[in-house]
Structure formats: structure tokens, C-alpha cells
T-cell receptor, first 115, second 112 residues
Framework: GAGVSQSPSNKVTEKGKDVELRCDPI?????LYWYRQSLGQGLEFLIY????????KSGLPSDRFSAERTGGSVSTLTIQRTQQEDSAVYLC?????????????FGEGSWLTVV | GQQVMQIPQYQHVQEGEDFTTYCNSS?????IQWYKQRPGGHPVFLIQ?????EVKKQKRLTFQFGEAKKNSSLHITATQTTDVGTYFC????????????FGTGTRLTVIP
């Protein structure tokens, strides 16, 4: 597609359930980022992919969080045994690579509410 | 770890007044980017600065990258209600991991 696509756009889940959030980056973009944004807060870095590998997973808040990317394209962020503090907007972004002049594009986000 | 701080956290201005937000990194950056996020929206790329001391302008917006490549500023002249939103700086570290670190953001409110 023309932009970064994320699904679902909204998800309400019960505490303790697992959720999967999907990101489909712009075609040809090798770098993919996941961020989390709580209401009215800044962007918290979660993980970064270059191709299918994740050079930096330092932002994942706990071992309940994992992410993978296949085929250098679609990425899935999985949250196991969700907690209420996981409620936030999960934003995915992509760009061509780290080189200069490459704009990073964000998806619309997946709004997660854990009840 | 990497920290990118922005000040102020919030700013209320009368329409027509100027506005400035400052971004400071704990480590040297290879580049600095600025994003605008409207309420309820996602961040949208505004500009990227790469060179030490670089200054770029976009209409009423002026962006600067510090000589040491650790700080940056965004200045808006004669604010308009359409400028409302949160402005984030972001940068890649000069060495090490390639992830893009975002600043804490400055939320701008413009009072008509």
C-alpha cells in the first residue's frame, strides 16, 4: 500500500489474554520501528528491525513482549498475559534505511485497551 | 542510556506570538529529525538536519542543529491555530545501534 498499515486499529482485551499487533510497512522499506505511546505521553521506543533482524530490542518493557519480522516486510508485536499498564497506542514506523535524508513514516497506530 | 529531553513540556501562546522548543540529547547524534503530532493523530515528519550548526526554514518554522550535534531547536514565528499539536525531536546516535530515539515532546496550545 501507499503508507504504513497497522491492524487492528482498536483492540479491547481482557487482562491476562495475549494480543498480536500487525504492521505492514511501506514496500521496500528495510527499517521498521515499534513505539508505544500512552495517553498524552511521548513515544517510547520498543524495538527496531533492519530487514528481519532486530539489532536493538532494548526497549521491550518485559519478557511478555516480543516481536518478529518475516520476509523483510510484515512485523508482528505480541504481548502475552496483558496487563492494564499495557494500554497504549502502539505505533509502527518504517523507512528505507538509516541513511541521511530518509523520512520515517508512521502508521495510524493500534489502540490497545486492557480491561 | 540514550535520553532526549525537550523543554518546555507544555506551552500556551496567544495566536501571533512566537514559540520555541528545545531538544537536548545525552549523546552525540548523527542527525536530528522533527515531527508534529496533532491531537489524536500520529507523528508526521517535518524535517531532518544532518550537519553541525545546520539551519533550515520551512515558512514560519526555523530548525537548528547544534554545533556539537547534541541539541536542536524549533522556532515558530507568529503562531497560528493550525500549529497546535505536540512537537517531537528524534535522532539516531552517531555510533552504536541504529534505532531512532524520540524526545519527550512539547505540547503547543495556541489561543485564538
Amino acid at each position: 500500500g501507499a503508507g504504513v498499515s497497522q491492524s487492528p486499529s482498536n483492540k479491547v482485551t481482557e487482562k491476562g489474554k495475549d494480543v498480536e499487533l500487525r504492521c505492514d510497512p511501506i514496500s521496500g522499506h528495510t527499517a521498521l520501528y515499534w513505539y508505544r505511546q500512552s495517553l498524552g505521553q511521548g513515544l517510547e521506543f520498543l524495538i527496531y528491525f533492519q530487514g528481519n533482524s532486530a539489532p536493538d530490542k532494548s526497549g521491550l518493557p518485559s519478557d511478555r513482549f516480543s516481536a518478529e519480522r518475516t520476509g523483510g516486510s510484515v512485523s508482528t508485536l505480541t504481548i502475552q498475559r496483558t496487563q492494564q499498564e499495557d494500554s497504549a497506542v502502539y505505533l509502527c514506523a518504517s523507512n528505507l534505511d538509516r541513511g541521511t535524508g530518509n523520512t520515517i513514516y508512521f502508521g495510524e497506530g493500534s489502540w490497545l485497551t486492557v480491561v | 542510556g540514550q535520553q532526549v529531553m525537550q523543554i518546555p513540556q507544555y506551552q500556551h501562546v496567544q495566536e501571533g506570538e512566537d514559540f520555541t522548543t528545545y531538544c537536548n540529547s545525552s549523546t552525540t547524534l548523527s542527525n536530528i529529525q522533527w515531527y508534529k503530532q496533532r491531537p489524536g493523530g500520529h507523528p508526521v515528519f517535518l524535517i531532518q538536519l544532518v550537519k553541525s550548526g545546520e539551519v533550515k526554514k520551512q515558512k514560519r518554522l526555523t530548525f537548528q542543529f547544534g554545533e556539537a550535534k547534541k541539541n536542536s531547536s524549533l522556532h515558530i514565528t507568529a503562531t497560528q491555530t493550525t500549529d497546535v499539536g505536540t512537537y517531537f525531536c528524534a535522532g539516531h546516535r552517531a555510533t552504536g545501534a541504529n534505532n531512532l530515539f524520540f524526545g519527550t515532546g512539547t505540547r503547543l496550545t495556541v489561543i485564538p
